[in-house]
């Protein structure tokens, strides 16, 4: 499984896309009605895409996925973490190490993973501030299956991990199947790419 997506609801999916794009120097990968995706590649690291599906509302549970960019003299920015909110930081950095094949950063200030090139942004486990709520996290992150890695026996390490399936009936059958961390985030593991 590799770390693929970072999905931020959107009332507007196109100003809010064409916003993160313009900012970080993206690829536009799709402009639909239903939502918005372009791409941020770190030469010789990681390939993440930011996903803005719309939703027919402003989100309002508080954040537990926040993108820390550091501002350069020319553009575009720089993403250098991706900060993600944990009950219990030293434990969901293992689920999170797991999930995405990212590498623990030695002597880092909190829990943080990187990509195994070293380059791009980290994955930050941050102690939350208030537990998980019932509301959906307006921003998310999806993994994607390698091929020959199998739907069923993923979900079974999931749960072993301490990870949880979540059914939202309202949305219909998906391609992919949608999970909680052991902290209660909400994430997607997309099926392998096809040939």
Not at 12 to 36: H, K, N, V
Not at 94 to 119: D, M
């Amino acid at each position: 499984m590799y770390l693929e997506n970072v999905v931020l609801d959107a009332v507007d999916p196109r100003r809010l896309g064409r916003f993160w794009e313009e900012a970080l120097g993206c690829e536009r990968l799709t402009d639909e009605e239903g939502g918005y995706e372009t791409r941020l590649a770190v030469e010789g690291g990681p390939v993440l895409d930011l996903c803005f599906p719309t939703v027919p509302e402003a989100p309002s549970a508080p954040g537990r996925v926040r993108l820390v960019v550091e501002p350069t003299t020319e553009p575009p920015a720089v993403l250098t973490a991706i900060q993600l909110d944990s009950a219990d930081p030293a434990r969901d950095v293992e689920f999170w190490a797991w999930l995405t094949g990212w590498e623990r950063v030695a002597g880092a200030a909190a829990p943080t993973l990187r990509h195994p090139s070293g380059r791009g942004a980290v994955l930050e486990l941050c102690p939350e501030p208030v537990a998980k709520g019932e509301g959906k996290n307006p921003v998310h992150l999806d993994v994607r299956l390698e091929p020959g890695e199998e739907p069923d026996g993923v979900a079974a390490s999931i749960a072993e991990r301490g990870g949880a399936p979540l059914h939202r009936p309202e949305w219909g059958e998906l391609p992919w199947r949608s999970y909680t961390d052991p902290s209660g985030n909400e994430f997607c593991v997309l099926p392998a790419p096809t040939a």
